[in-house]
Nanobody, 124 residues
């Protein structure tokens, strides 16, 4: 199992930006797809974005398309989520996840390893 640690969350005003990072353990990080999910209070966890093994393909939820950017640095075993034009409805705990058995992402792909989450709060 891979160990994932998120960082970069915090409190920001609407319209502001944050960059989340997720550091992964292990030597096979560059082999598999990664994703970001979020869970707001009282709501189910939802998909935010995903990226394939090389960073050449990315996928976004409609709610964040055009505002969020997922990227990865395989040399640093890290995946990022750049969040711009933040809205109060983006407030949630954000989790990174690894799909260690897949190099590419398609909707519904199973993510088997999860980080502990980082809180993002957007004030109006």
């Amino acid at each position: 199992q891979v160990h994932l640690v998120e960082s970069g969350g915090g409190l920001v005003q609407a319209g502001g930006s944050l960059r989340l990072s997720c550091a992964a353990s292990g030597r096979t990080f560059s082999n598999y797809a990664m994703g970001w999910f979020r869970q707001a209070p009282g709501k189910e966890r939802e998909f935010v974005a995903a990226i394939n093994w090389s960073g050449g393909s990315t996928y976004y939820a409609d709610s964040v398309k055009g505002r969020f950017t997922i990227s990865r640095d395989n040399a640093k075993n890290t995946v990022y989520l750049q969040m711009n034009s933040l809205k109060p409805e983006d407030t949630a705990v954000y989790y990174c996840a690894a799909a260690r058995y897949y190099s590419d992402y398609v909707p519904g792909r199973h993510f088997d390893s999860w980080g502990q989450g980082t809180q993002v709060t957007v004030s109006s």
